[in-house]
């Protein structure tokens, strides 16, 4: 089944660093998605970037789409030690909409102050 | 507004129980999913359900693990003669329109299975 692959699985910066996360998928897409979990929570959604879209913000992420390499990255700019979290990217099929979200197993980010 | 609820958020049983858990989407969503986690990995889709329809339950194994989202209640993940292996955590998410869109997740439950 089509799965993101994130990468690294893990990261470690300083605070105010920025930290880049990538994300490859196998098959066509609808949207891509990225959602950040902390340690024992749920996960919680940050953003939303369809097929059509190259690259989107919100305040200090910046995500990037290349449909051509099934590829995608999530940019943490002057990262803080609160960003400290797993980094999921969940793709959907590309096809009819009724697919549920494939999550990959995620980046784990480490800010020290 | 209250999020997605899910309850127990431990649940700690024997070899041989049934398990049930519950999950509450957020008002006026009709979309519900679970997910089960390993620690380490990420979130392996089980079952998609929109109000007393099974939509897709490709990822739930055939035996033991069945799934409801009755008209009147919360939606139910059933596990029944729990094994070891089956110790994960849980997660149930839910939206407004279908999969493709943002999902909103319960903080989970954390099966044990003793």
Same mark, same amino acid.
């Given at each position: 089944s089509?799965?993101?692959?994130?990468?690294?699985?893990?990261?470690?910066?300083?605070?105010?660093?920025?930290?880049?996360?990538?994300?490859s998928?196998?098959?066509?897409?609808?949207?891509?998605?990225?959602?950040?979990q902390?340690?024992?929570?749920?996960?919680?959604?940050?953003?939303?970037?369809?097929?059509?879209?190259?690259?989107?913000? @919100?305040?200090?992420?910046?995500?990037?789409?290349?449909?051509?390499?099934? @590829?995608?990255?999530?940019?943490?700019?002057?990262?803080?030690?609160?960003?400290?979290?797993?980094?999921?990217?969940?793709?959907?099929?590309?096809? @009819?909409?009724?697919?549920?979200?494939?999550?990959?197993?995620?980046?784990?980010?480490?800010?020290?102050? | 507004?209250?999020?997605?609820?899910?309850?127990?958020?431990?649940?700690?049983r024997?070899?041989?129980?049934?398990?049930?858990?519950?999950?509450?989407?957020?008002?006026?969503?009709?979309?519900?999913?679970?997910?089960?986690?390993?620690?380490?990995?990420?979130?392996? $889709?089980?079952?998609?359900?929109?109000?007393?329809?099974?939509?897709?339950?490709?990822?739930?194994?055939?035996?033991r $693990?069945?799934?409801e989202?009755?008209?009147?209640?919360?939606?139910?993940?059933?596990?029944?003669?729990?094994v070891?292996?089956?110790?994960?955590?849980?997660?149930?998410?839910?939206?407004?329109?279908?999969?493709?869109?943002?999902?909103? $997740?319960?903080s989970?439950?954390?099966?044990?299975?003793?």
């Open positions: 089509q799965q993101g692959e994130e990468d690294p699985q893990a990261l470690s910066i300083q605070e105010g660093e920025n930290a880049t996360m990538n994300c998928y196998k098959t066509s897409i609808n949207n891509l998605q990225w959602y950040r902390n340690s024992g929570r749920g996960l919680v959604h940050l953003i939303l970037i369809r097929s059509n879209e190259r690259e989107k913000h @919100s305040g200090r992420l910046r995500v990037t789409l290349d449909t051509s390499k099934k @590829s995608s990255s999530l940019l943490i700019t002057a990262s803080r030690a609160a960003d400290t979290a797993s980094y999921f990217c969940a793709t959907d099929a590309g096809n @009819s909409g009724n697919t549920p979200l494939v999550f990959g197993k995620g980046t784990r980010l480490s800010v020290i102050a | 507004n209250a999020g997605v609820m899910q309850n127990p958020r431990h649940l700690v024997r070899r041989g129980q049934e398990a049930r858990l519950r999950c509450s989407p957020m008002k006026g969503h009709s979309h519900v999913y679970w997910y089960r986690q390993l620690p380490e990995e990420g979130l392996k $889709f089980m079952v998609y359900l929109q109000k007393e329809n099974i939509i897709d339950e490709s990822g739930m194994p055939k035996e $693990f069945s799934a989202f009755p008209k009147e209640g919360p939606s139910i993940l059933r596990i029944q003669q729990v070891r292996g089956d110790s994960a955590a849980y997660f149930c998410a839910s939206s407004p329109l279908g999969p493709n869109e943002k999902l909103f $997740f319960g989970g439950t954390q099966l044990s299975v003793l």
